[in-house]
């Protein structure tokens, strides 16, 4: 099992690549795990909206969820900035393989929980977590992870591409850089392997040496996905990747996504309604720092249990 994500002593290490990015990952792959228990609500299957939370603090999940294999079970997690509590009770199980997309307006919380996922949140002070989070099965705040290992096979995109001052070709292949990987051939293959796999190939193929800072904000973002997927990650957590992109870039990473999907997990936050109806599986809605209800994509957005959600998927509000 994934024991390299383990330190043999103590300490948690607080230690992060420049970007926050993925690094290379030299873990074995995940293994299924148990299913987390949390607060979860099984939503009745009375119908239309008969699921209204009496008790607003648990979450109306769907039954559907109960079919997937979990790569990332997040158990009655809370998260306080502070005196400020950011997260309330959140319980959810991202399932492998799948897109998973969290929803909800502004300030509800979506990115602070895809970073606490691979604990970005521990470069803010005064954060506090409750509850758990585990990934494979391991305590994702353990004080035994590493939380190094952890991040290479738990990718972050960021909302705006961040490329380094640096060629295409060594921002790809940053991670195995950092690594100590040097075997010119190896790191070519990478190079192109993960150009493919982001869409970006064809593009810059005839300008690998080149900076990437002269790209569209588009291929910024697709290098930005190329560097993640070097690392050879598990999971891809993105915050809104699209929100800085024209309708064109946007396009090429839904497509990108489609094909990600199934290799990799995907945990998107996106505020585009259209955007998680046609890319992803499973749709997460979060108000107020609570996970509301959680089901199958299509389900959220046809029939959803809460009067809270088709409110929002309906564009009521938010
Ligand atoms: N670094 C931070 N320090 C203090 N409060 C924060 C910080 N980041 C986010 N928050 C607060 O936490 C809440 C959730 O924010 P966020 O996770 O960014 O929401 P979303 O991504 O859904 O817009 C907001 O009230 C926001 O002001
Ligand atoms: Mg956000």
């Not at 393989?97 to 691979?118: A, E």
């Not at 096979?153 to 990987?181: A, C, H, T, W």
């Not at 997460?284 to 957005?301: K, N, Q, S, V």
Request: proline share 5%.
């Amino acid at each position: 099992m994934k024991q390299s994500v383990m330190s043999a002593d103590g300490p948690p290490q607080r230690a992060i690549d420049m970007s926050g990015q993925a690094m290379p990952n030299r873990s074995p792959r995940v293994q299924q795990s148990i299913h987390g228990a949390g607060e979860k609500r099984r939503a009745p299957s009375l119908g239309h909206l008969e699921a209204v939370a009496e008790d607003e603090s648990t979450t109306v999940t769907h039954e559907a969820l109960e079919t997937e294999s979990p790569v990332v079970e997040i158990d009655n997690f809370s998260l306080y900035y502070g005196a400020k509590q950011a997260l309330f009770n959140v319980s959810m199980n991202v399932p492998h393989g799948k897109v998973t997309s969290m929803v909800g307006p502004s300030g509800c919380g979506k990115s602070t929980l895809l970073r606490s996922v691979n604990r970005l949140n521990d470069l803010i002070d005064h954060v506090r977590t409750e509850g758990s989070m585990r990934y494979g099965g391991m305590d994702i705040y353990s004080r035994n992870i590493n939380v190094i290992e952890l991040r290479k096979s738990l990718g972050m995109v960021f909302q705006k591409p961040n490329p380094f001052p640096m060629s295409i070709f060594e921002n790809v292949v940053y991670p195995l850089r950092i690594d100590g990987e040097k075997r010119k051939n190896v790191l070519m293959e990478v190079c192109e392997r993960s150009l493919r796999g982001a869409a970006l190939w064809d593009e810059v193929k005839d300008r690998l040496h080149e900076s990437a800072l002269g790209m569209s904000g588009g291929q910024q973002q697709r290098l930005c996905i190329a560097r993640a997927v070097a690392a050879s990650p598990d999971v891809l957590l993105m915050d809104e990747p699209c929100s800085a992109l024209d309708p064109i870039a946007t396009a090429k990473i839904e497509d990108l996504i489609q094909e990600l999907k199934g290799e990799y997990t995907i945990l998107i936050v996106t505020h585009n309604m259209q955007q998680a109806a046609r890319t992803t599986d499973y749709t997460a809605f979060m108000y107020l720092g609570r996970l509301i209800e959680y089901g199958p994509t299509l389900d959220m957005f046809t029939k959803p249990r809460c009067r809270q959600t088709e409110d929002y998927m309906t564009g009521r509000f938010g």
